[in-house]
């Protein structure tokens, strides 16, 4: 008995290969931003709009999903920091120009609510954690923590809620739930992780240099309020992770590329990083406790660079997107990165190269990742052919062991025949595809058509009839006509469906050697077939006699009469074409035979005209006869076939 890997085997002796898509590394869409400068980035997973604040532009940019600019807020002073609230209700952006902090409803992208936080507080960070809204202040020498209750009609704004403080720059602040991280950047970095649930700020741990990234660029918190990402953009090869619990660090996320200065973490903890090089790669993305990313991503890096991402410039959506900041050739842009928390998916699917309609065939393929698929994960085939070409779906197919999938399938229709393998994704791994085509074999059908080789007079309407034999469920065949020479196409006569006797005819005006042809496009079980015919047709030609003194017969044909002195005038009007000439043929009568006497080709006037004029010394008492003819190609030309014209009989007297 043979094993089913067998069997398959056996039907792969010739065999057709398909790589399908997987998770590539790279972004999904980009859209140029209408922005001066950049200072922050916040994304609503609710309503899938991502906003940026554009400082020196007064204005906070909002985009869809895909980098499509949909909303503008303008008329917000220096506007910085950006904060979206835990129900995605508002966006509160701090106002340094205006000593304000702004609230931005989401629904509709406008200005809410403007918050005064008091003369010359200057507000550059924000965050929102225990049902507060946090800002971090500081001008000249007011330094410190300021916070707000937006459930209140008329918040009170608490100012300075670390007494004792004297900071030279305010801190980034990060939030989640009830925890608040202070992060200090600089030489000497600092992180502070206070307990907000309170209302008022209840120090957890702070940490020096020792503790922190020195020269910290950007910080992250996890969704969970446990973990902290730091970067250094001045003298790291990797983001160092710290436990919020006592800020000492648990690892390390390196990279091949100098100065990391963006950090984001996603809501499953996936991590992802930038770093300020033009030359090297620009986005990295690890899961949680990985010191190798398992996606990375670059934009343009050439001898002469490419984008470098903003420093701060990564922000998570909820559903795993990532969305970067980047600059390049003068422009900003958000690029969109939609499957950048989930494992690339690979899948390949191999089917025969041939097979016969009717017949069973086997296909097997494959899923590959690095992370193990679900035990329950399958993949979906579908077949595309002539019967059904929107696809009709074979149903799912369970992954066996490694990601390996296997089908049978019989084929009903013939030609080709296409298996696509896809995979929807998971919570953990990307969508992915896979098609290969097999070329299933049809019958072949009768087709003919009528009238091969014969002659026709020019002008003649003659029917050509194609016949087409049996079919599946095609009965339609088209019958062209594609007159010889370059001047006219070739053009579609007739199309139908042929009668009860498997019959369709077309007419066909013959005014030159014409290829006629039959074409059966052919259906799910029959080929496609053409039948030709080539039919000719030959020009219209006739020739006038001038200058006789008289006609006679002589014995019954007619002939004209000419002086001896009189030169006769032959006019030959026949069809026209570009640089056609007509065979001027002379004969004589000798001893009850006629004879050669000469011919010479005289070119046609564009009005299809020859006028030729027999000179020199005639001889009295012979009789003669002439005739014009179209020789084919002699004449100048290939488009009809030869055709003489009529003797014309004439005879000098003295």
């Known amino acids: 008995m043979r094993t089913v890997a067998t069997a398959l085997a056996v039907l792969f002796s010739s065999t057709v290969m398909a790589v399908g898509t997987a998770g590539t590394a790279a972004a999904d869409s980009a859209g140029a931003l209408p922005i001066t400068s950049y200072g922050d980035i916040a994304v609503d997973g609710v309503h899938k709009r991502v906003y940026i604040s554009d400082p020196t532009g007064n204005k906070v ?195 091949d590329a100098y100065g990391p200065d963006s950090a984001a973490i996603a809501p499953d903890g996936t991590v992802a990083l930038a770093a300020n090089s033009p030359y090297d790669k620009d986005v990295f993305v690890f899961k949680p406790g990985m010191t190798e990313p398992f996606r990375t991503y670059t934009y343009g890096a050439s001898v002469s660079g490419g984008d470098i991402i903003a420093a701060q410039g990564l922000s998570w959506a909820p559903d795993g997107r990532l969305f970067a900041i980047a600059r390049g050739q003068g422009r900003t842009y958000l690029r969109v990165l939609d499957d950048a928390a989930r494992y690339p998916v690979t899948a390949t699917v191999s089917a025969p190269a041939r097979a016969t309609r009717g017949k069973q065939l086997g296909a097997t393929g494959r899923l590959t990742s690095d992370k193990p698929f679900p035990a329950d994960a399958k993949v979906t085939v579908v077949r595309t052919d002539l019967d059904s070409p929107s696809g009709k779906s074979l149903g799912t197919k369970a992954l066996g062991a490694n990601g390996a999938f296997s089908f049978t399938d019989t084929p009903p229709a013939g030609g080709k025949v296409t298996y696509k393998v896809s995979y929807a994704g998971d919570a953990t791994h990307t969508t992915a595809s896979a098609s290969a085509s ?68 077309a007419t066909v005006d013959m005014t030159r050697d014409t290829t006629v042809t039959a074409v059966f496009a052919g259906d799910a079980r029959y080929t496609s077939r053409t039948a030709k015919s080539v039919a000719y047709a030959k020009v219209k030609v006739s020739t006038s006699v001038a200058e006789q003194y008289k006609a006679a017969k002589i014995g019954s044909t007619s002939y004209a009469y000419f002086h001896k002195k009189t030169d006769p005038v032959f006019t030959t009007t026949m069809t026209y074409y570009k640089n056609r000439s007509q065979k001027l043929n002379l004969e004589i009568y000798y001893q009850g035979k006629w004879y050669d006497a000469g011919w010479e080709y005289f070119k046609l006037g564009t009005n299809g005209k020859s006028v030729v004029t027999l000179g020199g010394t005639h001889d009295t008492g012979y009789r003669m006869r002439m005739r014009s003819s179209y020789v084919n190609n002699s004449s100048g030309d290939n488009v009809n076939s030869t055709t003489h014209g009529a003797w014309k009989y004439f005879i000098f007297t003295k």
Not at 141 to 156: I, K, M, V, Y
Not at 444 to 466: C, E, K, M
Not at 487 to 499: A, F
Request: hydrophobic share 35%.
């Open 61 to 255: 940019v909002v985009t869809d999903y895909t980098g499509r600019v949909v909303a503008t807020v303008p008329d917000l002073s220096g506007v910085r920091d950006l904060a979206i609230s835990p129900d995605s209700g508002f966006v509160y952006a701090t106002l340094p120009g205006a000593d304000a902090v702004v609230a931005i409803e989401t629904t509709g992208s406008t200005a809410a609510a403007r918050y005064g936080t008091g003369e010359n507080t200057d507000p550059q960070t924000v965050a929102v954690a225990g049902g507060r809204v946090w800002f971090a202040y500081g001008q000249e020498s007011s330094r410190n923590l300021g916070s707000f209750d937006p459930a209140q009609g008329t918040p009170e704004i608490a100012l300075d809620q670390l007494p004792g403080n004297a900071w030279t720059d305010a801190p980034e602040l990060e939030s989640a739930g009830n925890t608040l991280v202070l992060g200090f950047h600089g030489t000497w970095s600092e992180l502070a992780v206070y307990d907000v649930s309170t209302g008022a700020p209840v120090l957890r741990k702070e940490g020096t240099q020792a503790d922190a990234r020195s020269d910290m660029a950007d910080f992250a918190l996890s969704a969970d309020g446990a973990q902290i990402v730091t970067t250094s953009g001045t003298s790291s090869y990797e983001a160092t992770a710290i436990s919020t619990g006592d800020l000492t660090r648990t690892g390390g996320y390196p990279i």
């Open 438 to 505: 097999v070329a299933v074999s049809r019958a072949t059908p009768s087709l003919t058509l009528n009238h091969n080789g014969a002659l026709y007079s020019y002008g003649t309407d003659v029917s050509f009839t194609a016949h087409l034999g049996t079919t599946y469920k095609n009965r339609t065949v088209e019958i062209w006509a594609d007159p010889f020479g370059t001047d006219k196409p070739k053009k579609l006569v007739k199309r139908g469906t042929v009668n009860s006797k498997g019959n369709l005819s």
